[in-house]
């Protein structure tokens, strides 16, 4: 026996989401919260009147899809929880794309291709945030000219035309006259 008894409603499945990659969160208008009933085209049956009625459906909800801010999110998030998306449009993919797209992501990333993109999504994040370049404040800029006229800088050069000579260099001067007016210098 299977334990399921026929007759005997069963409760509800819960079906925990990975953790590893969140579920997408933006503070803009999105179609897929404003109109759901939008994107859930299994609801939509072909009929005589209209034989063509479940792909015209597929089309605008992929439509809507294509101007989102967040649809790569979206994307990564239905496709590692596959037992969430089951049905439905989302990041205007089928439950079939979805289901290739991972058989890709399974051959090309491994069986743990979920943890590899939050990874490779944490990584970018830090990089991101580290190209981030703040002005300096005023305080900050006042503070850095003041420590570098505080900093002693190397002397300038000896300009003989414009500095005076110093004793030790007049001394050294006449040895070298003295030298050159006895011949002795070569």
């Known amino acids: 026996m299977s334990g399921n008894r026929t007759g005997v ?79 439905g449009v989302w990041a205007a993919t089928t439950k079939r794309d979805r289901t290739q797209l991972r058989k890709q992501l399974v051959a090309r990333l491994g069986e743990d291709w979920v943890g590899v993109v939050a990874e490779q999504d944490r990584l970018q994040r830090e990089r991101a945030r580290a190209a981030r370049v703040v002005p300096p404040t005023v305080r900050e800029l006042a503070l850095a000219r003041l420590e570098l006229e505080a900093i002693p800088t190397r002397p300038a050069p000896y300009n003989r035309w414009k500095e005076p000579i110093t004793p030790a260099q007049a001394a050294s001067n006449l040895r070298v006259l003295a030298l050159v007016a006895s011949g002795k210098a070569a």
């Open 9 to 87: 409603p069963q409760p509800p499945t819960f079906i925990a989401a990975d953790d590893r990659i969140p579920f997408p969160d933006t503070d803009q208008v999105l179609r897929c919260r404003t109109s759901p009933d939008l994107f859930a085209i299994e609801d939509i049956h072909n009929t005589d009147k209209d034989p063509r009625a479940r792909e015209k459906a597929l089309v605008k909800a992929k439509h809507a899809c294509s101007g989102c801010p967040i649809v790569k999110d979206c994307l990564k998030w239905a496709l590692a929880n596959p037992g969430l998306t089951k049905t």
